[in-house]
Every structure is written in structure tokens, then in C-alpha cells.
């Protein structure tokens, strides 16, 4: 049974650029969160997404946006990329939202 | 962003030894979670609490949900070495269907051999 796969596992980008990481859920799920975890911090929700539609968003502005598939995998996309979004991006899948949420390992993002 | 009031920050024991971490909050929670994460790896579920009062055990570890709905602990009996790394509280408000987790800033563990 497969968990909560990442992809990549590492980016380098610079300043402006535009980049796009890739989740896919355990095996049953339906529901998709990403999270953004600085070094030394506790992961900070970006935003979950269930039924393709964005459902509840955190305080992250709109350069961060995402899309859920019919086969509740997800993608998160950043544009104009900016020193301060170096960090690792952490996607869990839930059943429903009120279940726990299982986490991947990460994409590490380093911006130049 | 809301964060947890987690502590302690870090904590240096020796193998053997039991590890208590708590997890506070100014507002009531439907949810308390427990991860471990290890370095370059994301976050591990280790136990979900869901009512007021339950008691709940994995192994050697044993978290609580606080009657107050307002606090969590975590134990750890018996430390042994791959104990060692970052625990992480997190909660779900009792808000309607709020389906953003709040995290502690976590608590680093050392274990010495």
C-alpha cells in the first residue's frame, strides 16, 4: 500500500522563477493538503483541496496556487519565486478532512 | 500564523529514561495529533486523539487528550536510541469545518546510548 508520494525530492530555482511540485495520496484518499516548513519550524498550512476545489486556504499570498485531479493527486504551483519560499513542501492526504493526515517526504525547494 | 505552545523545545535524556512533551492551547480543539519527523523526511502520525479525556497507546507511547480540550501530552517509556528526533503536536480548532491543522514548533529529542 503506497503511501504519500512527492515529486521531486529536491528543485534548485531562482528569483522569478515559476515552479510546480507534484503529490500523489495513499491509496483510498481523497483529500490533499500542503504545507510549507521552514527550517526549525512546524509545517504551516498553504491550502487542502477536496473534490478538485480548493476548500480552505492559510495565510500564504496568491503567488501559491494549486489543483486537484480526478485521481485525488495535486499539484502546488509558485510563481515569481522569492528567497523567502526556500523551504520543504510537505503534501498529506486525509480521508475526508476531519481524519488524520498522513504526510510525504518532501519537496526540498531552494531558491537562488 | 496561530501556532501551539509546545514544549520543552528540546530535551537530552539517557536511553532508558521516560520523555513527557505537552502541547497547549488557547482555544478548544476537536483533534490533537502526534508526529515524529526524522531529518529529510516529512512527518510521521503517531497518535490521534479525538475525545476529551481518551487515553490512547502506541507501543511505548501514550498521549492524552486534555479535559479541557485545550491540551495534549505525549510520553515515551523506556527511551531507546531511534527515539531520537523532532516531535510535533497538532490540532484541529473546534470551528465549524475548519480543516486547518495548527502545529507546535516541536520538540527535539536526543536519546544518549
Known amino acids: 500500500d503506497a503511501g504519500v508520494t512527492q515529486s521531486p525530492t529536491h528543485l534548485i530555482k531562482t528569483r522569478g522563477q515559476q515552479v510546480t511540485l507534484r503529490c500523489s495520496p495513499k491509496?483510498?484518499?481523497?483529500?490533499v493538503s500542503w504545507y510549507q516548513q521552514a527550517l526549525g519550524q512546524g509545517p504551516q498550512f498553504i491550502f487542502q483541496?477536496?473534490?478538485?476545489?480548493?476548500?480552505q486556504r492559510g495565510n500564504f499570498p496568491d503567488r501559491f496556487s494549486g489543483h486537484q485531479f480526478p485521481n485525488y493527486s495535486s499539484e502546488l504551483n509558485v510563481n515569481a519565486l522569492l528567497l523567502g519560499d526556500s523551504a520543504l513542501y510537505l503534501c498529506?492526504?486525509?480521508?475526508?478532512?476531519?481524519?488524520?493526515?498522513?504526510f510525504g517526504d518532501g519537496t526540498r525547494l531552494s531558491i537562488l | 500564523g496561530q501556532q501551539l505552545n509546545q514544549s520543552p523545545q528540546s530535551m537530552f535524556i539517557q536511553e532508558g529514561e521516560d520523555v513527557s512533551m505537552n502541547c497547549t492551547s488557547s482555544?478548544?480543539?476537536?483533534?490533537w495529533l502526534w508526529y515524529k519527523q526524522d531529518p529529510g523526511e516529512g512527518p510521521v502520525l503517531l497518535i490521534a486523539?479525538?475525545?476529551a479525556g481518551e487515553l490512547t497507546s502506541n507501543g511505548r507511547l501514550t498521549a492524552q487528550f486534555g479535559i479541557t480540550r485545550k491540551d495534549s501530552f505525549l510520553n515515551i517509556s523506556a527511551s531507546i536510541p531511534s527515539d531520537v528526533g523532532i516531535y510535533f503536536c497538532?490540532?484541529?480548532?473546534?470551528?465549524?469545518?475548519?480543516?486547518?491543522?495548527?502545529w507546535g514548533l516541536g520538540t527535539s529529542l536526543a536519546v544518549n546510548p
Open positions: 498529506a492526504s486525509s480521508l475526508r478532512f476531519n481524519q488524520p493526515q498522513h
Open positions: 491509496s483510498g484518499h481523497d483529500t
Open positions: 483541496y477536496y473534490e478538485e476545489e480548493e476548500r
Open positions: 482555544s478548544i480543539f476537536n483533534t
Open positions: 486523539l479525538y475525545k
Open positions: 497538532a490540532g484541529l480548532p473546534n470551528a465549524g469545518n475548519n480543516r486547518k491543522l495548527i
